[in-house]
């Protein structure tokens, strides 16, 4: 499959939006997490369907909501990404940012393993040395913290597993999040009315501005992914995946979180994965012709 550089610069641009978002996040430091979850759901549906509606492309939603092939992977994925959202929100406003970041790390040994297997992908043996790196990592990570990591295996399990039902999905990539949305923003309203009353009311208009900007963040990239695994292998998605949990480390850090031993052998073990994978896709490059 040909890389064109217009797919290139749209997974660029996903992933360092991804990566900055934590600090977005932690401007809502004090909110209910929960309530966030709910608000970004309700606010990326309403935002999608206004690009629907501008754009005049409200039939292409129309279609892919009715399209019964096409919702037995999205219903699943609108799931699996609200699952992923609350999880990271959570880390986020816990103090558990580095943990996300492992997980956001281990998500392309995911994708990788998917785009063999699933998607009958081909990979070289510099490919697979990195994976088995970075897996290394995992495992001594593992070992480490004497017990297991779930939030980092929630985030990247439920991710990678989300990709891949939207790459099988290939649906429009604005209708496909505006559907996703559209599913889970009726339980949102409802969740957030009987249960987070109390929230709601402490919500000012700074807030209440925050949080609908959330929402169009939280679409944004989700669009731009889309498009990406519609575009380009799932084992090129999956690397390009290293820049987000990248930024994301830096911002821990620069939060105040402090690395472990354990994570630092570990980070060290996939950052070696990175640079072998970095190594394979450089040559393969140049052994094909451009696109």
Not at 257 to 279: N, R
């Amino acid at each position: 499959m040909s890389i064109n550089k217009k797919s290139i610069v749209i997974t660029l641009a996903c992933y360092i939006l991804w990566g900055i978002l934590p600090a977005y996040w932690n401007l809502l430091s004090g909110m209910n997490p929960l309530l966030i979850l709910c608000s970004r759901i309700v606010f990326a549906f309403i935002f999608m369907f206004c690009v629907l509606m501008v754009s005049g492309r409200v039939n292409a939603f129309r279609y892919t909501f009715t399209d019964k092939a096409t919702m037995r992977y999205l219903i699943p994925a609108s799931l699996l990404i609200t699952f992923n959202w609350g999880l990271y929100i959570w880390a986020v406003n816990n103090g558990r940012v580095l943990d996300s970041s492992l997980g956001y790390y281990m998500n392309p040994l995911i994708a990788f393993l998917f785009g063999v297997l699933v998607f009958k992908e081909k990979y070289s043996k510099l490919q697979l040395a990195a994976v088995a790196l970075a897996f290394t990592g995992v495992v001594i990570s593992l070992i480490a913290f004497g017990s297991f990591p779930f939030v980092a295996f929630g985030l990247s399990i439920s991710f990678a597993v989300y990709g891949m039902l939207k790459k099988k999905a290939h649906a429009d990539p604005a209708a496909s999040i505006a559907v996703e949305s559209l599913i889970l923003a009726p339980f949102a309203l409802i969740f957030s009315f009987i249960f987070l009353t109390e929230s709601i009311a402490s919500v000012n208009i700074t807030s209440l501005l925050l949080l609908i900007g959330g929402g169009a963040l939280t679409a944004i990239p989700l669009f731009l992914y889309a498009r990406a695994v519609n575009d380009i292998p799932f084992i090129i998605v999956g690397f390009f995946q290293y820049i987000s949990p990248s930024l994301i480390l830096i911002y821990g850090l620069i939060s105040g979180e402090l690395l472990s031993a354990s994570q630092i052998v570990s980070f060290v073990f996939i950052g070696l994965g990175l640079i072998v994978f970095s190594i394979a896709l450089i040559r393969n490059s140049k052994k094909e012709p451009d696109s």
